[in-house]
């Protein structure tokens, strides 16, 4: 897809022209499941008939991406060995051979082996760059030939982003000179109440621009994926979140167009915004108007602003569970599958069945539309193209995989080849003779410049960015009118700024020279202000006594699920268990670039019955965890302790006594070697290290942090130091 984004003030702010061989985002060229090509096969078999390739190595169930005949997936890297991770691939759509991997360490995270590719890659054809969000939360820039890191962020370390065991990741998206990641995330201030939020980065640099959230303590992480479109003139930005509702944003400033509370629970299914703006999604969760039914099908119109209530939708058809795939629209019909792979058909206009056909046992995939025809892999290895007519649908054809061969992706469509995934191969279907598609163009905005000029939001940025004491940080103070359209740098606003710090008159801000803080700066001009938060954090050594009476500002993850507390005539900070989903977790506290250091502090555990909690120390990536169960564990990805890397063993303890615990990593040779020791606060440190376990395939840098888990009892935390090695 050559695709060009401009910004032009006073003629059409964006446009886009695609060439329809690529297919650069999981849900195709126009966000919609639509693939422009015609010559298509229509009919294969995986003995042979239409197969270009069939590649073993690249089992994902990740959708996988096409720009300029390159095909991008995630992969897991090494499955099954104690060199287990993650990796990106391109491949040559034509051979299937691999042109470059880009290989990384799982981390940190409850997520098993088999969810890695709940993402999909997305790729920006303008400047030839892919992104990609891991499993584990490791964020991503590409060079899309060579495979090159352009940029990454640690999105859990850095922004409290959450990886759980469902190992569910959003979908990374690309708007103009943006790039766009959410999640669930847990920061600091005023954004250390979970909640999902979404975080905008300059594509070419990774600085953050614009945070804004949803509404806090969602019951769910998600895997959807934001669409753009043109509403009510304006550009826009349409998905679901994890607290249940459907929401429209402005893509440039992240302000709320409208809202619609679709369900008590998170939706995973994305929505599809056809070209009058009428919005088409689903769920499968508990419904916000009666949480005694679960499901719905709705539609409504998206040119709005301000809530949309039940009363303003078009139709609504409850009781249709669409939890993980996402419709299509197709002429004056709407298809989707259920989640039992029922195929439902429905009038658009009206939301009235037109026909079902049952389609297999389970769907996770989406389905996709070339050619007027529907294309549905199934996830237990059933493909399907189907022909719509006016009673519901026909069997083109039908193939079918080996037994147990699962499909978790969708297909995609790029110069006469259909690509799909599934957790034993990679495929490719096409004609060996196919030629070259012939450019089609599209646009997925018509956005067209107001005549508007009054300046009604301001972003200021860089905006969630580390600093060290001293280190100046030059700011962009930008207006936009209130469709969300640029109007240009603003000169002469006024700052305030709260945590320390000046701005001088060249608009460059200044940390303090001293300390650890949150800052707060707002740039304001006339009645309109924008807000930008920094946290300015020394290099080490570090030292925490809790004195000031409340958590570190600054720490990722901490406030909420920790608080001040009085221990034994001091103060320190009580690892909460009121909190049912916080109760286990992690906290980072800054600089994610460090590496060989010793981390310690001070433990005192509650007792629950006959239970304990698990609490710890995070080094450079690993955790060393004293377990309730009377065990001291070293280890880095939760879910591979049997295979990647662990060392665990026996060590009692009790509750209701001070512990010291110390955890050092070293790196030497390629190699990090992790020692930890615990010891009685008031007895002498031992001399001998008391576990250690060295990583061959190991993490060379991480923020220190602290690990717990509340479930069964409370802990307490004291004197946290930090120190490089000597």
């Given at each position: 897809?050559?695709?060009?984004?401009?910004?032009?003030?006073?003629?059409?702010?964006?446009?886009?022209?695609?060439?329809?061989?690529?297919?650069?985002?999981?849900?195709?060229?126009?966000?919609?499941?639509?693939?422009?090509?015609?010559?298509?096969?229509?009919?294969?078999?995986?003995?042979?008939?239409?197969?270009?390739?069939?590649?073993?190595?690249?089992?994902?169930?990740?959708?996988?991406?096409?720009?300029?005949?390159?095909?991008?997936?995630?992969?897991?890297?090494?499955?099954?060995?104690?060199?287990?991770?993650?990796?990106?691939?391109?491949?040559?759509?034509?051979?299937?051979?691999?042109?470059?991997?880009?290989?990384?360490?799982?981390?940190?995270?409850?997520?098993?082996?088999?969810?890695?590719?709940?993402?999909?890659?997305?790729?920006?054809?303008?400047?030839?760059?892919?992104f990609v969000l891991g499993l584990g939360c490791v964020f991503q820039c590409l060079d899309g030939k060579s495979g090159r890191i352009l940029w990454e962020h640690s999105m859990s370390e850095e922004f409290g982003m959450l990886s759980t065991y469902g190992g569910r990741t959003n979908f990374p998206v690309v708007f103009e000179d943006l790039v766009i990641i959410s999640g669930v995330?847990?920061?600091?201030?005023?954004?250390?109440?979970?909640?999902?939020?979404?975080?905008?980065?300059?594509?070419?640099?990774?600085?953050?621009?614009?945070?804004?959230?949803?509404?806090?303590?969602?019951?769910?992480?998600?895997?959807?994926?934001?669409?753009?479109?043109?509403?009510?003139?304006?550009?826009?930005?349409?998905?679901?979140?994890?607290?249940?509702?459907?929401?429209?944003?402005?893509?440039?400033?992240?302000?709320?167009?409208?809202?619609?509370?679709?369900?008590?629970?998170?939706?995973?299914?994305?929505?599809?915004?056809?070209?009058?703006?009428?919005?088409?999604?689903?769920?499968?969760?508990?419904?916000?108007?009666?949480?005694?039914?679960?499901?719905?099908?709705?539609?409504?119109?998206?040119?709005?602003?301000?809530?949309?209530?039940?009363?303003?939708?078009?139709?609504?058809?409850?009781?249709?569970?669409?939890?993980?795939?996402?419709?299509?629209?197709?002429?004056?019909?709407?298809?989707?599958?259920?989640?039992?792979?029922?195929?439902?058909?429905?009038?658009?206009?009206?939301?009235?069945?037109?026909?079902?056909?049952?389609?297999?046992?389970?769907?996770?995939?989406?389905?996709?539309?070339?050619?007027?025809?529907?294309?549905?892999?199934?996830?237990?290895?059933?493909?399907?193209?189907?022909?719509?007519?006016?009673?519901?649908?026909?069997?083109?054809?039908?193939?079918?995989?080996?037994?147990?061969?699962?499909?978790?992706?969708?297909?995609?469509?790029?110069?006469?080849?259909?690509?799909?995934?599934?957790?034993?191969?990679?495929?490719?279907?096409?004609?060996?003779?196919?030629?070259?598609?012939?450019?089609?163009?599209?646009?997925?905005?018509?956005?067209?410049?107001?005549?508007?000029?009054?300046?009604?939001?301001?972003?200021?940025?860089?905006?969630?960015?580390?600093?060290?004491?001293?280190?100046?940080?030059?700011?962009?103070?930008?207006?936009?009118?209130?469709?969300?359209?640029?109007?240009?740098?603003?000169?002469?606003?006024?700052?305030?700024?709260?945590?320390?710090?000046?701005?001088?008159?060249?608009?460059?801000?200044?940390?303090?020279?001293?300390?650890?803080?949150?800052?707060?700066?707002?740039?304001?001009?006339?009645?309109?202000?924008?807000?930008?938060?920094?946290?300015?954090?020394?290099?080490?050594?570090?030292?925490?006594?809790?004195?000031?009476?409340?958590?570190?500002?600054?720490?990722?993850?901490?406030?909420?699920?920790?608080?001040?507390?009085?221990?034994?005539?001091?103060k320190g900070l009580v690892k909460i268990s009121t909190i049912p989903k916080g109760t286990r977790s992690q906290a980072w506290m800054g600089w994610t670039h460090l590496h060989d250091y010793t981390i310690q502090a001070d433990f005192k555990a509650t007792k629950k019955g006959d239970r304990l909690p698990d609490m710890g120390l995070i080094n450079q990536r690993y955790t060393l965890?004293?377990?309730?169960?009377?065990?001291?564990?070293?280890?880095?990805?939760?879910?591979?302790?049997?295979?990647?890397?662990?060392?665990?063993?026996?060590?009692?303890?009790?509750?209701?006594?001070?512990?010291?615990?110390?955890?050092?990593?070293?790196?030497?040779?390629?190699?990090?070697?992790?020692?930890?020791?615990?010891?009685?606060?008031?007895?002498?440190?031992?001399?001998?290290?008391?576990?250690?376990?060295?990583?061959?395939?190991?993490?060379?840098?991480?923020?220190?942090?602290?690990?717990?888990?509340?479930?069964?009892?409370?802990?307490?935390?004291?004197?946290?130091?930090?120190?490089?090695?000597?």
């Amino acid at each position: 897809m050559k695709r060009y984004l401009a910004v032009m003030i006073g003629t059409v702010l964006l446009s886009s022209a695609v060439i329809a061989e690529d297919w650069a985002h999981w849900r195709g060229p126009n966000n919609d499941g639509h693939s422009f090509e015609t010559d298509v096969p229509e009919k294969w078999s995986p003995k042979g008939e239409n197969l270009l390739w069939r590649k073993e190595e690249f089992a994902s169930r990740a959708t996988p991406v096409v720009m300029n005949d390159r095909v991008y997936v995630v992969c897991r890297a090494f499955p099954e060995t104690t060199k287990e991770g993650e990796k990106t691939v391109c491949i040559d759509a034509k051979t299937g051979e691999l042109i470059w991997e880009s290989i990384h360490n799982l981390y940190l995270t409850d997520a098993p082996a088999e969810r890695v590719g709940w993402s999909s890659v997305v790729g920006d054809p303008q400047t030839d760059t892919v992104f990609v969000l891991g499993l584990g939360c490791v964020f991503q820039c590409l060079d899309g030939k060579s495979g090159r890191i352009l940029w990454e962020h640690s999105m859990s370390e850095e922004f409290g982003m959450l990886s759980t065991y469902g190992g569910r990741t959003n979908f990374p998206v690309v708007f103009e000179d943006l790039v766009i990641i959410s999640g669930v995330t847990t920061g600091w201030g005023e954004t250390a109440v979970p909640a999902h939020r979404l975080l905008a980065l300059d594509k070419k640099t990774g600085v953050p621009r614009w945070l804004v959230s949803t509404r806090i303590r969602p019951e769910d992480t998600t895997y959807t994926t934001p669409v753009f479109a043109t509403l009510n003139g304006q550009a826009a930005m349409v998905f679901s979140a994890a607290d249940g509702a459907i929401y429209a944003i402005q893509p440039r400033t992240g302000k709320t167009i409208w809202k619609y509370q679709a369900s008590t629970r998170g939706i995973n299914s994305t929505p599809v915004v056809d070209d009058k703006g009428i919005v088409y999604c689903g769920h499968a969760e508990q419904n916000s108007s009666d949480t005694t039914i679960l499901g719905a099908v709705f539609a409504f119109d998206g040119n709005v602003e301000g809530e949309i209530t039940e009363e303003k939708l078009l139709w609504k058809i409850p009781k249709r569970a669409l939890g993980r795939s996402s419709l299509v629209k197709l002429e004056d019909r709407i298809y989707f599958l259920e989640d039992g792979a029922q195929l439902v058909i429905l009038d658009a206009k009206t939301g009235s069945q037109v026909a079902q056909k049952k389609l297999g046992r389970i769907m996770f995939g989406s389905p996709i539309v070339a050619n007027g025809k529907l294309y549905v892999a199934e996830n237990t290895g059933r493909f399907y193209v189907l022909k719509p007519t006016d009673k519901g649908v026909d069997t083109v054809s039908e193939a079918r995989l080996a037994q147990g061969e699962e499909v978790f992706g969708s297909p995609a469509i790029s110069n006469g080849r259909l690509f799909f995934p599934s957790i034993e191969a990679l495929y490719c279907i096409g004609k060996a003779t196919s030629p070259v598609t012939k450019p089609t163009k599209t646009s997925i905005s018509r956005e067209k410049r107001t005549n508007d000029n009054v300046v009604s939001q301001l972003v200021l940025s860089p905006t969630e960015v580390l600093l060290t004491p001293g280190q100046k940080l030059p700011l962009q103070v930008l207006g936009y009118n209130k469709a969300g359209q640029l109007i240009g740098p603003v000169k002469n606003a006024e700052f305030t700024i709260e945590g320390g710090g000046t701005v001088g008159a060249d608009n460059v801000y200044t940390a303090p020279k001293e300390g650890v803080t949150g800052v707060v700066l707002t740039a304001k001009t006339g009645e309109v202000s924008g807000k930008s938060r920094l946290r300015v954090i020394p290099e080490l050594p570090w030292k925490f006594d809790f004195s000031g009476e409340k958590v570190p500002p600054v720490w990722i993850g901490a406030d909420y699920r920790h608080k001040p507390a009085p221990l034994d005539g001091e103060k320190g900070l009580v690892k909460i268990s009121t909190i049912p989903k916080g109760t286990r977790s992690q906290a980072w506290m800054g600089w994610t670039h460090l590496h060989d250091y010793t981390i310690q502090a001070d433990f005192k555990a509650t007792k629950k019955g006959d239970r304990l909690p698990d609490m710890g120390l995070i080094n450079q990536r690993y955790t060393l965890d004293l377990q309730g169960a009377q065990r001291l564990q070293i280890r880095s990805w939760t879910a591979r302790l049997e295979l990647r890397f662990a060392k665990t063993q026996d060590f009692q303890w009790q509750a209701d006594t001070w512990y010291t615990m110390k955890f050092q990593s070293v790196t030497d040779a390629g190699k990090v070697t992790l020692r930890g020791k615990i010891w009685k606060r008031e007895e002498q440190e031992p001399a001998d290290w008391q576990i250690e376990a060295t990583d061959e395939v190991p993490n060379l840098k991480g923020s220190p942090g602290l690990f717990g888990n509340a479930t069964d009892a409370e802990f307490f935390i004291d004197n946290v130091i930090v120190n490089a090695n000597k």
